[in-house]
């Protein structure tokens, strides 16, 4: 089966602390996804990538960045994180038909 | 732009009554329509896809119809059970825009006995 990892799992940081979320993903997929997911708003794309040093736009990029070091792995940045960044992070990779999701990393920024 | 739209927040029903979770859309070309569940504290994951060789796309007892003349893609079960309690995300990918889905804002689903 398909495995999408992220670490880490948890992290509180500051309003203004620098935060790294990494994804690693071993279904050799092309297709990588950072989402945030918020009550009310459902799952919303930042950021997502076809490759390797490959980086497209989401629906909600602002205050995000965003990097695709290997076909394996997904980094998302934070330089300057802000209390409205709080939220539950879902990395994904896909094939041609179906998205696959990792557990999630839960950030709280205060 | 795309959009998908799930009316209800939440949708609560007995074991054993039926389920439709409704779900519409608006996109400029022909999107393939998609239904992922995501149950308490696990990542979601697909139900069911609308492109399946002409068949009713059917997965542990749910199905859905793709309507294009009513821009619809709803949820349907005949008999809820206590395990679909889930929070379900109807899902679009337009034609042109490679593999990037638009979600919906979710619809919680809890069945009681």
């Known amino acids: 089966e398909a495995a999408v990892t992220q670490s880490p799992r948890n992290k509180v940081t500051v309003t203004g602390g620098n935060v790294t979320l990494s994804c690693r993903q071993t279904?050799?997929?092309?297709?990588m996804y950072w989402y945030r997911q918020d009550t009310g708003h459902g799952l919303r794309l930042i950021h997502y990538?076809?490759?390797?040093?490959?980086?497209q736009i989401g629906d909600v990029p602002d205050g995000y960045k965003a990097t695709r070091t290997t076909q394996e792995d997904f980094f998302l940045l934070l330089e300057l994180a802000s209390p409205s960044q709080t939220s539950l992070y879902f990395c994904?990779?896909?094939?041609?038909?179906?998205?696959?999701f990792g557990p999630g990393t839960r950030l709280t920024v205060l | 732009g795309d959009s998908v739209t799930q009316t209800e927040g939440l949708v609560t029903l007995t074991e054993g009554l039926p389920v439709m979770l409704n779900c519409t859309y608006q996109s400029t070309y022909s999107p393939f329509l998609f239904w992922y569940v995501q149950h308490l504290n696990e990542a979601p994951k697909l139900l069911l896809k609308?492109?399946?060789?002409?068949k009713r796309p059917e997965h542990q007892g749910f199905h859905a119809t793709l309507h294009k003349s009513s821009s619809s893609f709803h949820l349907q079960k005949s008999s809820a059970q206590l395990s679909d309690s889930a929070l379900y995300y109807c899902?679009?990918?337009?034609?042109?825009?490679?593999?990037?889905?638009?979600f919906g804002q979710g619809t919680i689903l809890k069945v009681y006995l």
């Open positions: 609308s492109f399946t060789d002409n």
């Open positions: 899902a679009l990918r337009a034609t042109s825009s490679g593999q990037k889905l638009v």
């Open positions: 279904n050799s997929h092309n297709y």
């Open positions: 990538s076809y490759g390797a040093g490959n980086l």
């Open positions: 994904a990779s896909s094939d041609r038909v179906e998205q696959y």
